[in-house]
């Protein structure tokens, strides 16, 4: 049982919008930043957001992130079908003092 | 850009010790910045282990605490992870990456440990 509560899938066509929900509590991401994940089969994770809603440097702008008191949410818009991969959500947790993340979310573009 | 690679043997046996180094090129290990272990047993999620910063500084998973040590080596810039008293449930794909608080900016390509006699 993870930390943070992601829904296990999702799913949209090609072209469509989507969200993924990261829920968690006071002593994570309601007192920290939240970073978001990109795992393609077999690859490493990829970092897509950081503190809540920047873009690392070559991350298009149809992944955006969110925060709000204890839950976090990434959007993606403009489906692709590279875009099918597991999504994780990541933060501190001060009472655990460990770095806890989401159970992933599988995305699949129909 | 910062290149992270992992290596180590693939079968450890249980009980004993699995032990990984992460290797740092295209940039110094000593700069300003966490160097970090996270793990993902097959088909599971991510499990955070713990990191290190160049002066030596460590923060570890409570939950593995007692089994782990990370350690740096600034002459050969690179970071080590050693986890005693493995089990099965130890068999996971190994991480390293640069960053903290849940922030890793660069990863490895990650490496297959399992736990089998």
């Known amino acids: 049982q993870s930390v943070l509560t992601q829904p296990p899938s999702v799913s949209a066509a090609p072209g469509q919008k989507v969200t993924i929900s990261c829920s968690g509590s006071?002593?994570?991401?309601?007192?920290?930043?939240v970073s978001w994940y990109q795992q393609l089969p077999g690859t490493a994770p990829k970092l897509l957001i950081f503190d809540n809603n920047q873009r690392p440097s070559g991350i298009p702008d149809r992944f955006s992130g969110s925060k709000s008191d204890t839950s976090a949410t990434l959007g993606i818009t403009g489906l692709q079908t590279g875009d099918e991969a597991d999504y994780y959500c990541g933060t501190w947790d001060i009472s655990l003092t460990t770095v806890v993340f989401g159970g992933g979310t599988k995305l699949t573009v129909l | 850009q910062v290149q992270l690679q992992e290596s180590g043997p693939g079968l450890v046996k249980p009980s004993g010790t699995l032990s990984l180094t992460c290797a740092v090129s295209g940039g110094s290990i000593s700069s300003d910045n966490w160097w970090t272990w996270v793990r993902q047993s097959p088909g599971k999620g991510l499990e955070w282990i713990g990191e290190i910063y160049h002066s030596g500084s460590t923060n570890y998973n409570p939950s593995l605490r007692s089994r782990v040590i990370i350690s740096v080596d600034k002459s050969k810039n690179q970071f080590s992870l050693r986890l005693t008293s493995v089990t099965a449930a130890d068999t996971a794909v190994y991480f390293c990456?640069?960053?903290?608080?849940?922030?890793?900016?660069?990863w490895g390509q990650g490496t297959l440990v399992t736990v089998s006699s």
């Open positions: 006071r002593s994570n991401i309601g007192n920290n930043d």
């Open positions: 990456a640069k960053g903290q608080l849940g922030r890793f900016d660069y």
